[in-house]
């Protein structure tokens, strides 16, 4: 970390304000190359920037934060310069001919992890807050910033010593003076460890759908309405809407907000059998989609007479929307009401073009997506990483407790499991791992 790097903070365009952030050991000789003078830490001070050759190129708001009260933990500043282009573009040339170095995506936030000022679950927190598109995940970014899920793994982490302690002491010391019972009593506290980490681990895939939408499946025979019904959902022509059977063969996705929650609605290939090798793949990612999707509506053509098959992605649940109730009604129709309650769906006569009826639909999906991901509080993990490293731990604490008769295997199984868990914030992650995490954020963070 001993380039001092910078990079525009702000999105590229047209813009009244554009921030150009540096972070290093050489920031105050820049910004006195720059500016002039180094301006009093934490104060917004007006400057006049000129590059190396006296040229000037903006009137500027020059802050300057000292090592290590700042985002990086490192001497760092930022330039607050009119938006335009032109503008930017001659600042940061002038920062390269100073000898810095552009950042790389996540480059600040991760000098921030490497300095203590953040640990590896809330840098994730920071590029959840940036990319966060609506309420929910703003809310839940915030929690992950604040170091909710930090502090529960420490809380874990502090258990697993007091069993590890416990255990070793049996270990280390049988013939001494300690209880004959002092392993027994790691016993509950691995037990309740293993209850709190699978809970945890499962409550992770709400955090995961609320960062990543809530997944909603639109499925059916060819020419059921679900194209139709996406339009109209999307208030736009998102899918190609025609007569003839096996016109939508890939998945359009479309992203949605329901009460405050992002959601993704698919239109699907229609479920059919056919010797079309092009449709049969469509098919098959239609069958994948559904399948992984946390609702599905099933359309049936309640106008026709022909019954379409049944789809094996159906859950309890799901919703069964009986298309075309503007038409004359069809035998598909009263079967499919039947098969609805069979499987447990919820059945509905619809029609596109009827506004209570579309206006009924966006306030149900808005309910089922508040009920699967709204809670009491938001999930202290959120991402597909953190899921993974706790049931690991959980899987090392169950193994453990079968070891009644091996207390040194037992000790190991909990030093694992505790491992794992420090992986959550990043206390011992590998360097490649760290790499792959920060290569998501943008540049500029």
Known sequence: MSDTIYAPATAAGRAAVAVVRISGSATREAVAQLAGSVPEPRRASLRRLRDRAG???????????????????????????????????????????????????????????????????????????????????????????????????????????????????????????????VAARARPVLERLVAELEAAAADAERGERVREGFRIALIGAPNAGKSTLLNALAKREAAIVTATPGTTRDIIEIPM????????????????????????????????????????????????????????????????????????????????????????????EITAKGPGDLGWLETTLAERVVEALAGDEPPAATRLRHQELLSEAADRLRHALDQDEHLELAAEDVRLAARALDRITGRIDPEQVLGRIFATFCIGK
């Not at 092009?278 to 049936?300: D, N, Q, T």
């Not at 309890?316 to 075309?324: A, M, S, V």
């Open 257 to 348: 907000v329901l009460a405050g929650y992002k959601a993704v609605l698919a239109d699907t290939a229609g479920l059919r059998d056919t010797a079309d090798e092009i449709e049969a793949e469509g098919v098959r990612r239609a069958r994948a989609w559904a399948a992984s999707a946390g609702l599905r509506l099933w359309l049936v053509d309640g106008s026709n007479d022909e019954t379409p098959a049944v789809p094996m992605e159906l859950r309890p649940g799901d919703l069964c929307l009986i298309t075309k109730r503007d038409r004359p009604v069809g035998a598909a129709g009263e079967w499919a009401a039947g098969q609805a309650r069979r499987l447990g769906l919820t059945a509905a």
């Open 55 to 181: 040229q000037e190129i903006d009137q500027a708001l020059v802050i300057v934060f000292e090592s290590p009260e700042s985002y990086t933990g490192e001497d760092a500043a930022e330039f607050h310069v009119h938006g335009g282009s032109a503008v930017v573009g001659a600042l940061i040339r002038a920062l390269a001919d100073l000898g810095l170095r552009l950042a790389e995506p996540g480059e600040f936030t991760r000098r921030a992890f490497e300095n203590g000022k953040l640990d590896l679950a809330q840098a994730e927190g920071v590029a959840d807050l940036v990319d966060a598109e609506t309420e929910a995940q703003r809310r839940q970014a915030l929690e992950q910033l604040g170091g909710r899920l930090s502090a529960a793994q420490s809380r874990w982490t502090d258990a697993l010593i007091e069993a590890l302690a416990l255990l070793e002491a049996a270990v280390d010391f049988p013939d001494e003076e300690v209880p004959q019972d």
